[in-house]
């Protein structure tokens, strides 16, 4: 793709009036570290506590990758989607109760959809219940060293308790890459394919900033936009924490302000155990500010993004060149944010077991049972959420996505409503019709013969309402 140098500076530009002028700058958490040796390159209040939104599924993405390493279940085994799966607010995948779906196809649709039911499908699936999984997300949070994190669900659903930290976040992806090095391109998946329909990542860096290969979004109104991304260039990889961004734009611009100054610096300031930490603590809610209020928060971030800046080439050899190939430019941060969706080749993923598998299949059971003990799948199907489900944060709906089965429902209950309006509104015309007739002796006049016709527009109104234009599913502004 070809981008003229006007094109890019007239991006910035937008970008720059849209927000005004950045005031002072009030820092949200960020963290830069290099992966190999673990050391920080910079942070602006990497231990304070925050809502990690969608980046929990990290976390989720981890122990059941444990599991697989343990040999607890492995990654060809079916998990089933429980009816508490299936009814985790958006965004989700949509499948029926009863459903399979084979673990490495889940762990795919959890990192590029984010899908909420398919996380608690993988919770159930692992440990037998999103309780028990929980706990053993806390269990490994400590493991790891993350003393600013809790846990209580596997998808990062509204829940006040549930807090992490930049530099929780970090240690974490760090230990992902470490880990598991053979399963590094699960965060790295532009797109992928069900059947027909297309589902690209929501990291808006993967495809745009040089060197960009994973990780994982994340939004709730409550939280903002988080983001934690890796990025490597010339063998060196680096992974960038950035929470609380007013907007996807601006967290996808600072974050790669930050790589930008990370990858020219290289200089260590601190290390991960060195970094002051006071435990988990109640998070900020950004609902207001991010929510409803964002052109102060936005103004503030702008001026964030413009402190991380360094003068540098951008890696992108057509931009070096538009611009000269002497002359050093700013950041190239906010162009990227501004680049046009790039294309994947999707992976493809789908629903049911992998061909000619014959072991067993996860799903709810007791707490510690191994994979295959459970109960009928009548009992299964027909069971009801734990006591006090129903009061739940988890059980909540989120504003972070939207469900591939919404469009399906909202064109039935719409056309549902234009039948019931026009069947409505046709017995009120037919039953003054016949009062006008009772009281007046004439015969009726010609023009009231046009209204045999009014059931065929009523009729047509519903034809139309039937077949409404479909949105695609779309991050608002996408964990």
Wanted: hydrophobic fraction near 45%; include cysteine; charged fraction near 20%.
């Amino acid at each position: 793709m070809i981008f003229s140098k006007s094109t890019l500076i007239a991006a910035a530009t937008a970008l720059l009036v849209s927000f005004g002028a950045a005031g002072p700058a009030r820092a949200t958490p960020s963290i830069v570290i290099d992966v190999a040796s673990g050391a920080v390159l910079s942070h602006e209040q990497a231990t304070a506590s925050w809502y990690p939104a969608s980046v929990t599924k990290l976390m989720t993405a981890y122990v059941a990758l444990d599991a697989v390493r343990q040999g607890r279940i492995s990654l060809d085994t079916p998990v089933m989607m429980s009816p508490r799966a299936c009814r985790m607010a958006p965004s989700k995948m949509g499948f029926r109760a009863g459903s399979e779906v084979t673990l490495r196809n889940a762990l795919v649709m959890l990192m590029v959809k984010s899908a909420n039911d398919i996380a608690v499908a993988i919770a159930e699936g692992v440990s037998g219940s999103v309780e028990a999984f929980a706990d053993e997300m806390n269990r490994a949070s400590a493991s790891l060293g993350m003393t600013q994190s809790v846990w209580y669900n596997p998808n990062g659903l509204p829940d006040e308790r549930q807090v992490t930290s930049a530099r929780d976040l970090a240690i974490l992806g760090r230990a992902l890459y470490l880990q598991f090095p053979e399963h590094a391109n699960l965060f790295n998946i532009g797109a992928m394919q069900l059947g027909r329909q297309i589902i690209p990542t929501h990291n808006h860096l993967l495809g745009r900033y040089p060197g960009a290969d994973g990780m994982k979004t994340g939004f709730t109104c409550s939280a903002g936009f988080n983001l934690v991304a890796s990025a490597t260039r010339g063998g060196r990889r680096l992974i960038a924490v950035v929470l609380g961004a007013p907007s996807p734009i601006l967290r996808t611009a600072k974050t790669a302000a930050l790589l930008d100054r990370g990858f020219q610096s290289g200089a260590a300031v601190a290390s991960l155990a060195s970094l002051p930490s006071s435990g988990p603590t109640a998070a900020p809610d950004l609902r207001e500010a991010v929510c409803h209020h964002r052109g102060s928060g936005a103004a503030e971030f702008m001026a964030e993004i413009e402190d991380a800046s360094v003068p540098m080439g951008s890696g992108v050899p057509l931009l070096d060149t538009l611009n000269g190939a002497q002359q050093p430019q700013r950041s190239n941060a906010k162009e990227i944010a501004h680049l046009p969706r790039p294309r994947f080749e999707p992976v493809p993923v789908y629903v049911g077991r992998t061909p000619g598998y014959v072991g067993p299949v996860a799903r709810t059971r007791a707490p510690g049972a191994p994979v295959g003990e459970q109960t009928d799948l009548a009992a299964y199907a027909a069971q009801s959420e734990p006591a006090g489900a129903d009061a739940s944060p988890i059980s909540k709906p989120a504003p972070d996505a939207v469900s591939l089965r919404r469009a399906k429902h909202a064109k039935a209950m719409k056309a549902a409503r234009a039948a019931a309006k026009a069947a409505k509104a046709e017995a009120a015309k037919q039953d003054g019709a016949s009062a006008e007739a009772s009281e007046s002796a004439p015969a009726p006049r010609p023009k009231a013969a046009p209204k045999t016709a009014k059931p065929k527009a009523a009729g047509e109104t519903q034809k139309r309402a039937v077949a409404p234009k479909v949105r695609s599913p779309a991050e608002p502004g996408k964990s």
